[in-house]
């Protein structure tokens, strides 16, 4: 399985960004997939992840009613609409495949895709 996020850059605060997240190989392997960052001296935190089994998505509280998580079936891609961006929100932002993506939280990850950089800053 290989990932790729891509679509980082520079954004002002309130401001909005659309990350996708390529996925390819088998299939079965990436059915479920979240989004993770770190900001710089700080430790990788878990944001959102969605199953393609069932639909079923999960947001951390930081990101929760501002970040929304979305996936595209026929373009094998995971995308993460982020919106009244924070400055705190300023990290490299990773995708990953993990199981499972449950409505209570994110299990273990697997497959890691390189990561994009996200700056919020005016």
């Known amino acids: 399985v290989q990932l790729q996020a891509y679509g980082g850059g520079l954004v002002q605060p309130g401001g909005f960004l659309r990350l996708p997240c390529a996925a390819s190989?088998?299939?079965?392997?990436?059915?479920?997939i979240g989004w993770f960052r770190q900001a710089p001296d700080k430790e990788r935190q878990e944001i959102s992840c969605?199953?393609?089994?069932?639909?079923?998505?999960y947001y951390t509280d930081p990101v929760k009613g501002r970040f929304t998580i979305s996936l595209d079936d026929a373009k094998n891609t995971v995308y993460l609409q982020m919106d009244s961006l924070k400055p705190e929100d300023t990290a490299i932002y990773y995708c990953?495949?993990?199981?499972?993506?449950?409505?209570?939280?994110?299990?273990?990850?697997?497959?890691w895709g390189k990561g994009t950089l996200v700056t919020v800053s005016s």
């Open positions: 969605i199953s393609s089994r069932d639909g079923t998505t």
């Open positions: 190989g088998s299939s079965e392997d990436y059915s479920d």
């Open positions: 990953a495949t993990l199981w499972p993506c449950g409505a209570n939280g994110m299990g273990s990850t697997y497959h």
